[in-house]
């Protein structure tokens, strides 16, 4: 490894670590975690998240690479601004051990990876057309599916040159998949979730007040699979790419039954995954306001609303989580986000402390 690579690596472990202990407040919630969740702690933070920082840092040697300036900008803000992404993504390898972990980070990190620039692609990068936003998310399904035959992700636009540079994440990711154990038992599942995640990428993109209602009439086709939310809390559900995360830990597994896959499913979407986004949006609501960009959590009618609905949707969650075979592990995962999320500062900064330990509280 460079010494700019080494640089790189040490940056985004100090980070994450940083971000783990930074209050007072989270050191005391991490202390509540007991014995066990320390344990599980102190491994994802030894030895992951060092990992997924080593294959982030190839990824970020590749995007350099990318010959058009435009694109490269964006490829590399992506990594430098979303790195806890990548690491954060990679929790349930805390539970794998040898090559199974390993495996499991590289099919992470430029799979979250693809998620991230996309994203940055079109929020940031001027002059990218609206019938774009399908065509480059047909990178994520291919991602996911290998049964797909790759395309052009770049057709509709930006018209530019990455020197191959999506391509080989999506390449990278589907090579992963198919040394899975169980890849095939969780492949539909795969496209099914990312098929919510571009679908929703193209209507939230779309001029206010139409992204709205496309998301209003999008979860109206699809309430009776998902009663009982608002279509943000649905949009919210879909934006998460914890859910395939989940279905890459389980296709890791030597046996696997569809039961464990359809009650894990039914725990992480949409309710862990509603409340990983909307605790997202929960801490920018401040610097949404500023930039007048979409919020879910502005979509409540009041700030009681939100958290009653939050706390709802916490306590459903850990509810699911109960029945799964591999409970633990995964109430683990939903203690860490909620954890993130509800003592960061922006939370502090904001005096939505009140309003985050309410919803924490709902942890149980």
Known sequence: MSAESSHSLRHDVDSVVGTVLRTPTRLRRLMALGP????????????IVPRASRALAHVRTRARTIPDPGLREQAL???????????GGCILATFLSGRAAQRYVEIVTPLETIYDYLDNLCDRLAG???????????????????????????????????????????????????????????????????GYYAELQTFKHAAAGEREAFCDAWYERQSARFPGLYWWEFAAACGSSMPVFALVYLASQ????????DQTMAAYFPNLSAVHILLDYFI????????????????YANSTQAVDRLSRLVGMT?????????????????????????THPKVFEQGLDAQGAAILAALG
């Open 36 to 47: 066990r969740g320390l344990a599980y702690m102190a491994r994802f933070l030894v030895l």
């Open 77 to 87: 803000a992506s990594i430098a601004q979303k790195a806890y992404h990548v690491q």
């Open 128 to 194: 990218v057309p609206y019938q774009a936003y399908p065509t480059l998310h047909e990178a994520l399904l291919d991602a996911l599916d290998d049964r797909r035959m790759p395309g052009d992700y770049y057709r509709d636009g930006p018209r530019a040159d990455d020197g191959g540079y999506l391509r080989r994440l999506v390449e990278s990711v589907r090579i992963g998949l198919r040394e899975l154990p169980n890849y095939e038992l969780v492949r539909d599942r795969l496209l099914e979730i990312g």
């Open 254 to 261: 030597p046996e696997l039954q569809t039961a464990t896959v």
């Open 318 to 342: 850990a509810q699911r989580i109960r029945a799964l075979p591999d409970a633990e592990r995964h109430r683990f995962v939903l203690q860490a986000m909620c954890l993130f999320y509800l």
């Open 284 to 299: 920018d609501q401040a610097e949404d306001r500023e930039h007048r960009e979409l919020n879910f959590v502005a979509c």
